[in-house]
């Protein structure tokens, strides 16, 4: 709250200075609700994680599938254009959100041989369940990307990243250092392009 707060007098006195003083540009949006928005998308794409797991465990498939990694980076890229993003940074930010889903994939299937058996679900189509929703979440990452572009120039880039991803974990009363938060803190990695 008190968060919030500061950052909304900050908000405020910059836009009055921006107001008092003709000729300049606008300041620039708060990062803080993109970045949460940015946040909550990669959490819903890494849920998506455990049905890829299964179809995969299911089919026997294996969790790498470099040609489709590569249309859903290069999608995401061509977005990224329309919106003025650099490629290279979209390029880095979809390449985490893909290795993050990958880590569940694999902690998940390796948990399952080891017990012998994946738990009891419904087959699950790859292509027909999971994809449109996984393309959802891409629409609602690469709406929040731009308002997040900023964050990248600054020095607290991987603080203010890690202070959200936190925040998100406190919020859903979920225990770090589990597999899906260690998967959303390395979905989050290329946001400050590492």
């Excluded at 017990?115 to 690469?142: F, W, Y």
Aim: glycine share 8%; charged share 20%; aromatic share 4%.
């Amino acid at each position: 709250m008190v968060r919030w707060c500061l950052l909304a007098c900050v908000a405020l006195g910059m836009a009055v200075i921006g107001m008092a003083s003709p000729g300049r540009a606008a300041p620039p949006a708060d990062t803080a609700d993109s970045l949460r928005a940015v946040v909550e998308a990669s959490a819903d794409r890494l849920a998506l994680a455990h049905q890829v797991a299964l179809s995969k465990w299911d089919s026997g498939a294996a969790v790498e599938d470099g040609g489709r990694e590569a249309v859903v980076i290069m999608s995401a890229v061509s977005q990224g254009e329309g919106q003025g993003l650099e490629r290279i940074w979209v390029a880095s930010v979809f390449r985490a959100q893909i290795e993050a889903n990958k880590l569940v994939q694999y902690g998940l299937i390796a948990d399952w041989a080891r017990s012998g058996a994946a738990p009891d679900h419904a087959p699950v189509d790859l292509v027909r369940d999971v994809r449109p929703q996984l393309d959802t979440a891409q629409k609602a990452l690469m709406a929040a990307l731009p308002g997040v572009a900023p964050l990248r120039a600054r020095k607290t880039c991987r603080a203010e990243v890690a202070a959200a991803v936190n925040d998100y974990l406190y919020r859903r009363q979920l225990p770090a250092g589990t597999l899906d938060a260690i998967a959303l803190d390395r979905a989050m990695a290329g946001v400050c392009g590492g």
